[in-house]
């Protein structure tokens, strides 16, 4: 068993919000990696974050990502996740749709928004960028499908992700 579709990216991206239609478009179950970690701690997962350190939260994120590999939705993964090497291996076989954001854009999704601790700084913008520029070789390095988000209703979203797997099934030597 594995996810019919893994979706990475940065905060902001969109990954919850159209992981939860994709999975309801294709009847399966939304899985997201950020809410186990929240139900596994009893906190939001980025008071989880700050208690743990950025090195354990790692790693209960990565045994988190390990458990989501092994169900049959659609799995949204924490923005960081991509920084463990273990998750990437385990990403190297899936279906993986990078939803990519501008760094102006996650500012403006994401603005206000205290259970992002990475976000949570003077200059978020900046951040933002910083965070792009440290992730973006590995989401890229993972997905079988770059969708920009930015300016698209989540709908539009999954309509490319459908897409996508019409014609992955169609043709699965491409991937």
Not at 44 to 49: H, K, L, M, N, S
């Amino acid at each position: 068993m594995s996810p019919r579709v893994v979706l990475v990216g940065l905060p902001g991206s969109g990954k919850t919000t159209v992981g939860k239609r994709l999975a309801n478009a294709l009847h399966t179950s939304a899985i997201d990696t950020d809410l186990m970690i929240e139900e596994k701690y009893g906190s939001a997962c980025g008071d989880v974050f700050n208690q743990l350190g950025e090195a354990q939260f790692r790693r209960a994120e990565a045994e988190a990502v390990a458990e989501a590999m092994e169900t049959d939705g659609i799995v949204s993964l924490g923005g960081g996740a991509v920084l463990t090497a273990s998750n990437r291996a385990l990403l190297a076989d899936q279906r993986v749709v990078y939803l990519h954001v501008t760094a102006q854009e996650g500012v403006r999704r994401t603005s206000g928004d205290s259970s992002r601790p990475l976000l949570n700084v003077s200059d978020p913008a900046a951040r933002y960028e910083q965070l792009l520029e440290e992730r973006a070789q590995f989401y890229e390095e993972v997905a079988n499908l770059l969708v920009h988000s930015d300016g698209k209703k989540p709908q539009r979203v999954v309509t490319d992700i459908l897409q996508y797997l019409e014609e992955d099934q169609n043709n699965p030597t491409a991937r």
